[in-house]
């Protein structure tokens, strides 16, 4: 094989290598022209071109011979490759980010990230998150360690309202306190024995109003066989709970006369419960142990004469509203309610909603939407949502028809991820928020109708729930904050602030 028949194999070869690769088929070229010793075995010349080519034994020992391979072992930088003009199969390497951006009519194909698909409004408040938490927390921390236990029409909740007040004031709104009323059922056990303790009662839901004065009469379970023959006429009934649902008792005792029902609970303590529909009689509960002392009582033969007294209570509460004007119409409304059960702190219910509500006010006071803000922290939540329910039957239709979206922040603050309920046109962006953000949260396909979004929705207006995922303390002295997760006040906080960024372009707003 000539020198001329190796070169032209080794370009076959090296044809399908990177262009980097045809600076080494330079320096094969030179290397097979400077294989011979003299003109009589160099290339043919013009004087001798029809001479037969020499056929070369071995290689010359003054240049080394350089065996042919797939790729170099160093690979030529861009500038040698991109001096050759041979074409290759293989595709050249792609340009880096800074050539394609020096060279004109190359772009360089870079992927989004997230904080490129944010809008800057929303930048700047997932960036804020830490600070975010921060003040959600500490308001928070005001209303369960420093005001406590908020029970509705207590000292203490009216204590809270007149927190909540002069925090938003500080924040420059003009709030205004909402005071309302709804009658509680009462219930009272009294004993003809002067000397003996009235004992404690529970009223049973549904029960009928009423003052009864009678003998006791013991009808066990209150099964048909238990009623005595001769009925219970002007008498009051004395019950063991079991077997029979409670509004079946009452209902029978009634039947025989009774003018009133006592029950008294087959377990330690006392009892809440219903009589599933609206009674005729006044029912109340007892603990086992005063349910027992009568009944041995009445064992034992003595006629026991007890008073039943069953009647509404005026409780007197009160929400707080604060609005923050917009450029057009429409109303959003942010709510929250800040009253406790008895003996809790409420921490996550709903310190945890109330703290992320300030937050939010915090955060956009001074700020002009396209439509006005209403902050309200409801009273009586806990009661039977009667705040929000007052709040709403205060309203008009007109004024009904401005609200555009009720956001709902209600036990935020525990568990490892939030939930999210409501019409979906709103929950879709908030979802897809948190997707974005990294931030743990599930749609839930039911909407919890034990919070006060229920009473908005009851009048057709849309709303947004948003709750933490472990509920398995609220309603309990357990609701402390040990058990409260800060990042859900965060995330929670900063979500509700980016919703009200975009709701007004949101397909469905204002339908």
């Given at each position: 094989m000539t020198h001329i028949q190796k070169d032209i194999g080794l370009r076959a070869r090296q044809s399908r290598l990177a262009v980097a690769v045809s600076a080494l088929l330079a320096l094969l070229l030179l290397a097979g022209v400077a294989c011979s010793s003299g003109p009589s075995e160099s290339a043919p010349t013009a004087a001798d071109a029809s001479a037969p080519a020499v056929l070369l034994t071995r290689p010359p020992t003054s240049v080394p011979t350089l065996a042919p391979t797939e790729a170099p072992t160093e690979p030529p930088t861009v500038a040698a490759a991109a001096a050759t003009a041979i074409p290759t199969d293989t595709p050249a390497p792609p340009p880096t980010v800074a050539a394609a951006t020096a060279t004109p009519g190359i772009r360089p194909e870079t992927t989004p990230t997230d904080g490129q698909r944010r809008s800057p409004e929303s930048a700047a408040i997932f960036d804020d998150l830490p600070l975010l938490e921060e003040r959600a927390f500490s308001y928070l921390s005001e209303l369960a360690e420093d005001v406590g236990v908020r029970t509705s029409g207590t000292d203490l909740e009216h204590a809270a309202a007149q927190y909540l007040v002069g925090r938003l004031e500080e924040l420059g709104y003009s709030p205004e306190v909402q005071e309302f009323s709804w009658g509680s059922p009462t219930g009272a056990l009294e004993l003809a024995d002067p000397d003996t303790a009235a004992p404690d009662v529970n009223i049973l839901t549904g029960t009928a109003d009423g003052h009864a004065t009678g003998p006791l009469a013991l009808v066990g379970l209150a099964r048909p066989e238990d009623i005595p023959a001769e009925g219970l006429e002007g008498k009051i009934a004395l019950i063991e709970?079991?077997?029979?649902?409670?509004?079946?008792?009452?209902?029978?005792?009634?039947?025989?006369?009774?003018?009133?029902?006592?029950?008294?609970?087959?377990?330690?303590?006392?009892?809440?419960?219903?009589?599933?529909?609206?009674?005729?009689?006044?029912?109340?509960?007892?603990?086992?142990?005063?349910?027992?002392?009568?009944?041995?009582?009445?064992?034992?033969?003595?006629?026991?004469?007890?008073?039943?007294?069953?009647?509404?209570?005026?409780?007197?509460?009160?929400?707080?509203?604060?609005?923050?004007?917009?450029?057009?119409?429409?109303?959003?409304?942010?709510?929250?309610?800040?009253?406790?059960?008895?003996?809790?702190?409420?921490?996550?219910?709903?310190?945890?909603?109330?703290?992320?509500?300030?937050?939010?006010?915090?955060?956009?006071?001074?700020?002009?939407?396209?439509?006005?803000?209403?902050?309200?922290?409801?009273?009586?939540?806990?009661?039977?949502?009667?705040?929000?329910?007052?709040?709403?039957?205060?309203?008009?239709?007109?004024?009904?028809?401005?609200?555009?979206?009720?956001?709902?922040?209600?036990?935020?603050?525990?568990?490892?991820?939030?939930?999210?309920?409501?019409?979906?046109?709103?929950?879709?962006?908030?979802?897809?928020?948190?997707?974005?953000?990294?931030?743990?949260?599930?749609?839930?396909?039911?909407?919890?109708?034990?919070?006060?979004?229920?009473?908005?929705?009851?009048?057709?207006?849309?709303?947004?729930?948003?709750?933490?995922?472990?509920?398995?303390?609220?309603?309990?002295?357990?609701?402390?904050?040990?058990?409260?997760?800060?990042?859900?006040?965060?995330?929670?906080?900063?979500?509700?602030?980016?919703?009200?960024?975009?709701?007004?372009?949101?397909?469905?707003?204002?339908?």
């Open positions: 709970r079991g077997e029979i649902r409670f509004g079946d008792k009452v209902a029978r005792v009634h039947d025989a006369g009774a003018v009133a029902a006592i029950i008294y609970n087959n377990l330690e303590g006392n009892f809440r419960g219903s009589l599933g529909g609206r009674g005729r009689i006044p029912a109340i509960s007892l603990s086992q142990m005063d349910g027992l002392e009568l009944r041995e009582s009445l064992i034992a033969g003595e006629t026991v004469e007890v008073t039943v007294v069953v009647q509404d209570t005026a409780v007197q509460s009160q929400n707080v509203i604060a609005e923050l004007p917009g450029t057009g119409d429409g109303v959003i409304v942010i709510g929250a309610h800040y009253d406790t059960v008895p003996d809790s702190v409420g921490a996550s219910d709903n310190s945890s909603g109330a703290g992320a509500l300030l937050a939010v006010a915090e955060r956009l006071a001074g700020r002009a939407f396209p439509f006005s803000l209403r902050f309200v922290a409801f009273g009586s939540e806990e009661t039977g949502l009667h705040g929000s329910r007052h709040y709403v039957e205060s309203l008009s239709g007109e004024e009904l028809a401005e609200i555009h979206l009720m956001i709902n922040l209600d036990s935020i603050g525990s568990g490892d991820g939030l939930m999210v309920s409501g019409d979906r046109w709103a929950v879709r962006h908030v979802e897809e928020t948190a997707a974005r953000e990294g931030i743990p949260l599930e749609v839930s396909g039911t909407s919890l109708l034990g919070s006060d979004h229920a009473n908005f929705r009851n009048a057709w207006v849309p709303t947004v729930f948003l709750w933490g995922n472990d509920l398995s303390r609220i309603n309990s002295p357990a609701d402390t904050m040990e058990h409260i997760n800060r990042d859900l006040l965060g995330h929670a906080t900063a979500l509700t602030l980016d919703l009200l960024e975009s709701v007004d372009a949101l397909p469905g707003y204002g339908q």
